[in-house]
């Protein structure tokens, strides 16, 4: 640690860590002399804290070595791999409190969502250390005697993990997680808004025993990180969470050395109420899944779907319910919903919400950024909502909701569908016929039923379409950061 490039940090967060040191992480393998990074507080737009950047000489460094301990880090026992991320999870949950601390401050989600959260991704470690005992090979029967064919699964080397500032813990364990338990080592670029997460987690993993260079953080520019990672050919793996403008930059840049890409980008997902739904049911599951962390999550709802019948008497409910959320200081008891990230989100959000109306929709409840400090935006519906609106095709990334009605089924599958994403969708209904041919016809990676919210370490997340491609989570995860390698036995008597 070089203590002139330490984080510097404004004096309100640290009192309330009972581990300040998780906030003076350094990092970097070799000297660092470039600038500071600011970390604001979106609850009240104030500077938090700095952090040193990683520039683009300091990138390659560490990608040197990260590909220089993959050897050694290959050739642990997966006994030993899987023990370390037992003793991580362990350690990460001892810190709850100190990680969902650091992430409200610098992320603004309500302090529960924030614990929440840290326990959602320390499920993770826990889960690929299971797996890390179970990548298996085979052995395939042949055509021909006297050879033998087999496949080893392999770690694919050195992983680079590009995280969103959403979900600023769970979004870097869901990555770091199974690549160390395939043998991978990892670097991991965090957004600039969010670096104090997963520079706290990596004190951690150190802390767990994690040799050095297995897995570093990288807090810096994107546009000058980016390239670096996209396009070392020592880097073999790239996962990346976030926009599907940035992961199609991603992959144009990763062409020119081929790597294994795994991309979990924008959603736009429907929401559909059935005339047969569980209406109350239905009114709790857009609560968690439009409005947790404000809105701004790939997964949430962007367009409601309610049919023709029981359309009012939803609507009413509806915003009966929403009309009960409370905006406020993430810190603060009773918060449900906290701020958005920045003065930009707020804006595009009012800028979905005129272009709504200016169409013809009409605003439920909500419409309106709080006066103030800090970047808080009412909880919003707006009825009479088309196709045709930008609420109704781009992601708001925010606490906007817009609702559109459809007559039949066949009309809420063709509303759903039309979208060039096909991330998450979610329907209610209590007709076992009606759930089996929708849960079908939906051209989505994940499809809740009667629920609005799915995310598991046991099952695995992840899109279709311009949603990306690959999962996280479940034994589907670890195969992201493994490769199939074929041994042709010759020559047997
Ligand atoms: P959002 O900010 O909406 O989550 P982004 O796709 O802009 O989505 O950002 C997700 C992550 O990708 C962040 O870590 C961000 O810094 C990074 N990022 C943004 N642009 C680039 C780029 N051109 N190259 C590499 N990483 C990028």
Known sequence: MNNDRATTIAPDLPVLLRRPDLLRACHGSAQQNGPFLPVMNPATGRQLCTVPMVDADEA????????????AWKGVSAQKRADFLHRYADLILANVEDLALIMTAEQGK????????????????????????????????????GRRFMTVLEPVGVCAAITPWNFPCSTVLRK??????????????????????????AVLAQEAGLPAGVLQIMPGRASEIGPVLTGDPLVRGLSFTGSTAVGKELMRQSATTVKRLSLELGGHAPFIVFADADLDAAVQGVLVCKFRNSGQTCVCANRLLVQEEVLPEFCNRLVRAVQGLRVGDGFSAGSDLGPLIDSAAVEKVEEHIADALACGAELACGGTRNPGQGYFFAPTLLTGATSAMRVAQEETFGPVLPVLSFKDEAEAVSLANDTPYGLAAYFYSRDINRIQ???????????????????????PFGGVKESGFGRE???????????????????LR
Request: charged letters at 20%.
């Open 473 to 491: 989570g479940s034994r589907h995860g670890i195969r992201e950061f493994l490769e199939v390698k074929t041994l042709c036995l010759g020559g």
């Open 176 to 201: 770091v997680a199974p690549a160390l338990a395939a043998g991978c080592t990892v670097l991991v670029k965090p957004a600039s808004h969010t670096p104090l997460s997963a520079l706290a987690l």
């Open 110 to 145: 309500p302090l529960p969502e924030a614990r929440g959260e840290v326990e959602h991704g320390a499920r993770y470690v826990r889960w690929y250390a299971e797996e890390a005992r179970r990548i298996y090979g085979t052995v395939l029967p042949t055509e021909q005697a």
């Open 60 to 71: 390659r460094a560490m990608i040197a070595a990260a590909h220089r301990v993959w050897p």
């Open 437 to 459: 041919r929708v849960a079908e016809a939906l051209a989505f990676g994940m499809v809740g039923i009667n629920t609005g919210r799915m995310s598991s370490e046991a099952a």
